[in-house]
């Protein structure tokens, strides 16, 4: 009889424990295990999508005959995800090939002999190490760090906090809403109203976290540092920095899909825009797509979506008011400073020095870090892409400065977008380096003048 009831009791036990963990979704939704115990997250049944067994490859083009090929079963696969697109011989290019093609991709390789790689065997290893330095929601917004990634929710209470902090210094700003309704927030530093004036946006695509950790980086080290240039930094130029402009994607990174990339817009049986292909400059001229299933979905019209008019709305009613003269647009990964244009290798006016400020910029990070950026127009540099903010900042809102950034990893990065949670710090730190690199050379030119 006492051997019956410690069973049951043992058997309650088991059953609570998997309850605790293995039934719930809401527990673990975000990734991380709130109650501790938890086994893997593949135990768990929930509605978020899986990458097990998904090989990162990175394939070399030697013929036309591989591009075109490439080209071809880009078009023909939702099984193979591209990292860019099969343009020219010399290119390399990293693919996520799911599970079930990997016998399929590798008899191709052989068949037409392409050089590769395989980067990366099981990519799903990579996200739940991701997920496990995420902090869930509902901590203390003082405990916010750069040794984790955290949810849309505490980054805009770690702003608000800060707000309280620095009444005289910081002021939360408002875009309005996302499509699926949530809060586009930023913050300007600094209130001197003869200050020119320095824009980020961050987190347009949703699965480079790195970005949003970079946005709150720097502002942070503009309230807090005592180093004396960055004190220079924040108090000789304004800064309007909105950490996730594409708040809708960024959840559902979190929530449903580590690789989701464009906004939550609903096209029939699919959804999303890519929001840095739907700006009017040259929209949908290149590098883009006009079939909702793709992941560069330049959207049904110019300027279709919610985001992408906040953020003209915001530039076009501030530009001049505020004085901005300098855009940067935060994303990953390739460890690239580019300028425009984004849609033509037409050099712009002031390319010279754009190259000029990009190189400087390029070779503090080099000093800070070793790492290694290069620096050129983004046609020339990543690949040609229209309907890009940046481009639209340079040439419609005459912000003369325009940057984007592509952060960490390498271009041929063993962890595509799922940045190590040590590496954030590090990297937030280089890339505020080039922006002081480059606004101190953009002031030597006379551009804040
Ligand atoms: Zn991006």
């Known amino acids: 009889m006492l051997t019956w009831q410690i069973g049951v009791d043992l058997l309650v036990i088991t059953i609570l424990t998997m309850a605790a963990c293995g039934s719930g979704v809401e527990n673990v939704a975000d990734g991380v295990c709130k109650t501790g115990g938890c086994g893997p997250v593949s135990a768990v049944r929930s509605d978020q999508a899986r990458y097990d067994n998904y090989r990162i490859y990175n394939v070399q083009f030697d013929n036309e005959e591989q591009i075109k090929l490439f080209q071809k079963l880009e078009d023909q696969s939702d099984s193979l995800t591209f990292i860019g697109h099969a343009r020219e011989i010399g290119q390399k290019l990293s693919i996520l090939v799911a599970a079930h093609r990997v016998a399929d991709f590798a008899d191709i390789l052989k068949t ?28 203390d917004p003082s405990k916010y760090d750069w040794h984790h990634y955290f949810h849309l929710k505490t980054i805009y209470e770690w702003i608000d906090q800060m707000a309280v902090k620095y009444p ?53 080290e503009l309230l807090t540092s005592t180093a004396d240039y960055v004190q220079k930094l924040a108090s000789n130029y304004n800064w309007i920095i909105f950490p996730c402009v594409n708040p809708d994607g960024y959840k559902y990174t979190f929530e449903h899909d580590r690789m989701w990339r464009k906004n939550r817009q609903l096209f029939g049986t699919c959804r999303g825009v890519d929001l840095n292909r739907n700006y009017p400059d040259h929209w949908n001229t290149t590098g883009s797509s006009s079939d909702p299933t793709r992941y560069d979905f330049a959207g049904p019209t110019s300027a279709s979506e919610l985001e992408t008019q906040r953020l ?138």
């Open 168 to 220: 005289e210094r910081l002021t939360v700003l408002d875009m309005g809403t996302s499509t699926q309704g949530n809060q586009i927030k930023g913050v300007k530093v600094g209130h001197n109203p003869s200050n020119k004036a320095i824009f980020i946006e961050s987190g347009i695509h949703a699965r480079e976290w790195i970005a949003p950790a970079t946005a709150t980086y720097i502002i942070n």
């Open 312 to 449: 003209i709305e915001f530039i076009r009613n501030n530009v001049e008011k505020e004085h901005i003269k300098t855009y940067i647009a935060l994303h990953s990964y390739s460890q690239m400073l580019m300028f425009p244009s984004g849609y033509t290798k037409e050099r712009v006016p002031n390319y010279d020095d754009l190259q000029e400020f990009g190189k400087k910029a390029a070779a503090a990070i080099k000093a800070e870090s070793g790492r290694d950026y290069v620096s050129g127009s983004l046609y020339e540099t990543i690949y040609p892409s229209s309907g890009g903010s940046m481009d639209w900042a340079y040439s419609e809102a005459k912000i003369p400065i325009a940057y984007t950034f592509e952060l960490r990893g390498p271009p041929d990065s063993e962890d595509l977008f799922i940045l190590p949670a040590a590496e954030i710090q590090p990297t937030a730190s280089e890339a505020f380096a080039a922006i002081r690199a480059i606004v101190e050379a953009a002031a030597e030119k006379d551009y804040y003048k």
């Open 112 to 139: 037409y002999k392409m050089q590769h790689r395989v980067l990366t065997y099981n990519f799903q290893e990579k996200i739940d190490r991701n997920l496990r330095e995420v902090i869930p929601e509902g901590i």
